[in-house]
């Protein structure tokens, strides 16, 4: 049992991570930051939080928990204006889609005391975002990524665990490196290859002939295109190495493609196609045993 | 109302049409042709057809229409097949998702006869095959493209466009040239390119690691990956230069993006991520104002 947490961006992640935890009764206290007062008054009035502050000092005092659930880029900013009033007891957490960036901010904005800040990303979202968008379902059976540092006490570690297994998380860890490998390959580089393929599309001079023809594998492929673009800007940036370079292994990829293609080499193509085949059904069989289809969930943002 | 109709290939596309044109009560008899008696027996036994047939002569003999709906590699050899015994009053169409090469095909196999072959694509499906898959709605508020050839009456045109209408298709008129340049723009692209990325991340040596943390994101984007590898690669040969034409222009897409990435550019990066959201958006709320969305029906094959 937690006694006061903190959730800084009341929005679907923070909003659901609240309303989890209240659901498990495993906080007495939510204290709720942000930077938009509607929002917080919206999530005040849903019952997401029990309280809003718009002071550093008045949200970390006696705080157990801090989360932080706003973006990426906000990291430093934030986290330098808790830092004069950071208690020693408190474990600051957040919830970025990137790591090793969210970690260097935290160092810097931190300093000796970024021992206690234990980065994560769960791996839920859904296409709705704000406080009315919030669930308390959002992580059940969904993972949650913990990237501790050298420097976090395994206790504190093992209290964000804590906290998002009464979420209903699944906890896995990564180094923030390996997370931002993995996350280039599997989430940034299928978000820049959609919106790269729906821009094309879009500046052909017969652009509305073909989005007249494009049809459900169209739909399907290019749904991550719809996207916030200025969340995935900054993903980008602050993924930027692993994500050039998962790009590079794709443009070689497609070279390869080019050529079979140019040659009309259709057992080559056929190879390619089959392998991917065959890794998309074993993935989809492997992901719908662990992890059942949950109700509109989406990509984590 | 058309007397006999001729279906070759009776699985989800040909079954489909058959069934489609028996709840119009606008076909007297349906007779399905094809290589398997397994599949011809079941279409049977479903009552999609009236009668089977393995005799070219016996199922041309008085027909009024020849549905084609057989992969696309084998349009000139059953053509060839078939043409000895077209009658001078039967219209011949098929259903191949792409239209140059049929319509080659179709001018090497019916040489003078040609001008009884109406060309057309219904752009419908499903993820499932096969006559049992077949359903009467499949077509509803669906486009069917029809490619006409100069040869063609207008009469010959007007009957496949008719029966299509009957299965509740809306007809677009397109040459097959542009047919095929729309098709590898919004379709044949985005297959290759899915194909390309998880057959690029199954061979990486942490696959298993990466597919461990793949979300709903990659799901969608990759789904079309799960297709025919065979039926994909008989697409991407029969469409390659249209295919090379958008494959190239996509590269030249990366490449800048690749550019923006590398140099930081936050903003060049929001330009492109932002058009295509906002087109991505409104091709999204066009489609479902034009078509409401079917129960369970995928990406054309």
Chains 1, 2 share one sequence.
Not at 31 to 53: F, H, K, N, P, Y
Not at 88 to 95: L, R, S
Not at 129 to 156: C, R, S
């Amino acid at each position: 049992m937690l006694g006061k947490v903190v959730v800084i961006g009341v929005g679907l992640i923070g909003g659901s991570f609240a309303l989890a935890l209240k659901k498990a009764g495993a906080a007495r206290q939510v204290v709720g930051m942000g930077r938009s007062q509607e929002v917080m008054a919206r999530a005040l009035e849903l019952g997401i939080v029990d309280s809003v502050t718009e002071s550093p000092e008045e949200a970390m005092a006696g705080a157990d928990l801090v989360l932080l659930a706003a973006p990426v880029a906000q990291t430093g900013p934030i986290l330098a204006a808790l830092a004069p009033y950071l208690d020693i007891g408190t474990v600051v957490t957040d919830a970025g889609s990137t790591k090793s960036d969210v970690v260097a901010s935290a160092r810097a904005a931190l300093g000796s005391k970024v021992k206690q800040f234990v980065p994560a990303h769960p791996i839920a979202g859904r296409e709705s975002n704000g406080p009315d968008a919030a669930l308390a379902e959002l992580y059940q059976g969904k993972k949650t990524v913990i990237t501790p540092l050298p420097e976090n006490d395994a206790g504190d570690v093992g209290l964000v665990a804590a906290a998002w297994r009464l979420c209903g998380a699944i906890i896995h860890t990564l180094t923030p490196e390996e997370h931002d490998r993995v996350f280039a390959a599997v989430s940034h580089l299928p978000h820049l290859l959609a919106f790269g393929l729906v821009d094309d599309i879009a500046r052909k001079p017969h652009a509305d002939l073909l989005f007249q023809y494009a049809a459900s594998g169209f739909r399907d492929f290019t749904r991550i295109a719809g996207s916030s673009p200025e969340m995935w800007r900054d993903i980008s940036l602050a993924n930027r190495d692993a994500l050039l370079t998962e790009l590079d292994a794709y443009l070689a990829q497609l070279t390869i493609l080019r050529e079979h293609l140019a040659a009309g080499d259709g057992a080559q193509l056929e190879a390619i196609y089959t392998n991917a085949q065959r890794a998309r059904r074993a993935w989809s069989e492997a992901i719908e045993t662990a992890e059942p289809p949950p109700p509109k969930t989406q990509e984590p943002e």
